[in-house]
Nanobody
Framework: QVQLVESGGGSVQAGGSLRLSCKYS?????MGWFRQAPGKEREGVAT????????RYADSVKGRFTISLDNAEKTVYLQMNSLKPEDTAMYYC???????????????????WGQGTQVTVSS
């Protein structure tokens, strides 16, 4: 059972930056960040393949967000720059249980979830 604990959320003005952290008990093949805004479905933001370092991003965050992993610290990061009000959401860290051939931005392919950390971007 993978345990995940997020931190780093907060309130920031549009154009600002935040870095989210996710401490994990042990890594899976795929580590990811998802987000859920009120009244909306949980959506994939970024994923990281621990076997080779490949990453994948949602179109809405490409060029602004960067996912990275530090094995020594057992931490996955999400660096978020040029934040927009539409980035406001609860952000969740996720890990897969079984590798499915790729680290997709699909909620159902992740088995372990953190408790979430809130990000609020004001205009």
């Amino acid at each position: 059972q993978v345990q995940l604990v997020e931190s780093g959320g907060g309130s920031v003005q549009a154009g600002g930056s935040l870095r989210l952290s996710c401490k994990y008990s042990y890594s899976s093949h795929c580590m990811g960040w998802f987000r859920q805004a009120p009244g909306k479905e949980r959506e994939g933001v970024a994923t990281f393949y621990t076997g080779g370092g490949a990453s994948r991003y949602a179109d809405s965050v490409k060029g602004r967000f960067t996912i990275s992993l530090d094995n020594a610290e057992k931490t996955v990061y999400l660096q978020m720059n040029s934040l927009k009000p539409e980035d406001t959401a609860m952000y969740y860290c996720a890990a897969d249980g079984t590798y499915k051939g790729g680290c997709w931005l699909v909620r159902d392919e992740y088995d372990y979830w953190g408790q979430g950390t809130q990000v609020t971007v004001s205009s």
